[in-house]
C-alpha cells in the first residue's frame, strides 16, 4: 500500500481514473458528443481485423472497469486500515494512562515506604547510639561502685579516686547521650582523633572498673571517613562494656591490625563465656554497623569471649606501616 496515493492526491488520482474511463468508453462520447461511431470505421475493415479490433476494444474496457474497481476497492481498504489504527493507537493512549496512573501511585507509595524507613533507621540509629553510650556509662558506674564499695573501709583515698573516675564516666556518658539526640557522632571523636579516642575509653574503664585492659594498635588510625570512624570507636566500646558488664571479666585484650586493605580489630576476655551465644542488643548493633561497611564479625564464647571484626579500608590498600 506504500505506491498508494497519500490524502491530498486522492481526489486528484480519482478524477485522473473518471478521465480515462470515459476516454476509453468510446459510446458514452458518441452519446453527448457529435462523433462518427467506432462501428461505422470498422465496417470498412475485413472481417479478420474487424474481430481482433472488436476483441481489444473490449479487453481495454473490461481493462477501465477493473482498474476502477480495484481502485475502489484499494480506497476502501485503506479507509479501513486507517480506522483501525486509530483504534490501535487509542487503546494504547489508553493504556499508556493506565500504566502513569499505576506508575504515579507506585511511586506514591514508594514515597511513603521511604519516609518509613528513614523513620525507622533513624530511631534505630539513636537506639543504637543510646544504648553504647548508657550502657558503657552504666556498666562503668556499677563496676566502679561495687569496687568502691569493697575498697572503702580498707583504703578511702583510693575509694575517693575511684569515685572520681566513675562521676567522670558518667558526665562523658550524659555528655554522648545529649550528642546522641541531636544526631552527633561521640563526644570523644567530635574532640579527639580516633586513636586518643580509644585511648580514653580504655583509661576511663581500667580508672572507673579496675579491669586490666591491654590494648595494642600496629596500625594508624587515620584517613578514615566518619562513619568509619564511629564504627571502630563503637565496637571497642561495645565489646569493653560487654566484657565487664556481662562476661565479669577483668582482663580484656584488644588489638587493631590492618593485613593489606582490611582492618582487623580482635577483643578477647578471660570472663565466664558462654558456650551458646545468645545474640543481644550490642552484637546485634555490632553486626548492623558493620553491614553498612561490608565488613565481617566473628565471635565466640568458649573460653571467656572472643570478637573478631574486620573492616574493608577504602583510604588504602598498602600493606601494614612498620
Known amino acids: 500500500m506504500k505506491w498508494f496515493p497519500k490524502s491530498k492526491w486522492k481526489f486528484t488520482f480519482?478524477?485522473?481514473?473518471?478521465?480515462?474511463?470515459?476516454?476509453?468508453?468510446?459510446?458514452?462520447?458518441?452519446?453527448?458528443?457529435?462523433?462518427?461511431?467506432?462501428?461505422?470505421?470498422?465496417?470498412?475493415?475485413?472481417?479478420?481485423m474487424r474481430s481482433m479490433l472488436l476483441g481489444i476494444i473490449n479487453i481495454m474496457s473490461?481493462?477501465?472497469?477493473?482498474?476502477?474497481?480495484?481502485y475502489m476497492i484499494l480506497l476502501v481498504r485503506m479507509q479501513m486500515s486507517e480506522k483501525d489504527k486509530i483504534m490501535v493507537l487509542n487503546e494504547q493512549l489508553n493504556f499508556t494512562n493506565a500504566e502513569l496512573q499505576e506508575a504515579n501511585r507506585q511511586l506514591e507509595e514508594y514515597a511513603k515506604e521511604s519516609v518509613r524507613m528513614t523513620e525507622t533507621k533513624e530511631r534505630n540509629r539513636l537506639a543504637r547510639e543510646i544504648h553504647d553510650?548508657?550502657?558503657?556509662?552504666?556498666?562503668?558506674?556499677?563496676?566502679?561502685?561495687?569496687?568502691?564499695?569493697?575498697?572503702?573501709?580498707?583504703?578511702p583515698e583510693a575509694t575517693k579516686v575511684q569515685l572520681n573516675a566513675i562521676a567522670e564516666v558518667a558526665r562523658q556518658g550524659v555528655t554522648d547521650v545529649r550528642r546522641s539526640v541531636k544526631a552527633l557522632r561521640p563526644d570523644a571523636l567530635e574532640k579527639l582523633d580516633l586513636q586518643k579516642a580509644i585511648l580514653q575509653i580504655v583509661d576511663e574503664m581500667s580508672m572507673a572498673t579496675s579491669a586490666k585492659i591491654d590494648y595494642q594498635c600496629r596500625t594508624r588510625l587515620s584517613g578514615f571517613n566518619d562513619d568509619e570512624e564511629d564504627i571502630i570507636y563503637r565496637i571497642v566500646q561495645e565489646s569493653i562494656t560487654n566484657s565487664i558488664r556481662h562476661g565479669k571479666a577483668d582482663r580484656i585484650q584488644i588489638q587493631i591490625d590492618r593485613e593489606y586493605n582490611m582492618l582487623k580489630i580482635y577483643i578477647k576476655d578471660n570472663g565466664i563465656g558462654c558456650k551458646t551465644v545468645q545474640k543481644g542488643f550490642g552484637l546485634h548493633h555490632m553486626e548492623e554497623r558493620l553491614d553498612m561497611l561490608h565488613g565481617e564479625l566473628t565471635y565466640s564464647g568458649e573460653d571467656g569471649f572472643m570478637i573478631d571484626a574486620r573492616i574493608p579500608i577504602r583510604w588504602g590498600t598498602e600493606e601494614k606501616d612498620d
Open 14 to 48: 480519482a478524477v485522473v481514473i473518471c478521465m480515462f474511463y470515459l476516454l476509453m468508453d468510446f459510446n458514452l462520447l458518441v452519446t453527448y458528443f457529435d462523433v462518427v461511431p467506432l462501428e461505422k470505421y470498422l465496417e470498412y475493415f475485413q472481417n479478420d
Open 62 to 70: 473490461s481493462l477501465n472497469t477493473f482498474i476502477f474497481l480495484v
Open 133 to 155: 553510650t548508657l550502657g558503657h556509662a552504666l556498666t562503668g558506674i556499677i563496676t566502679g561502685i561495687e569496687a568502691c564499695t569493697a575498697l572503702m573501709d580498707v583504703a
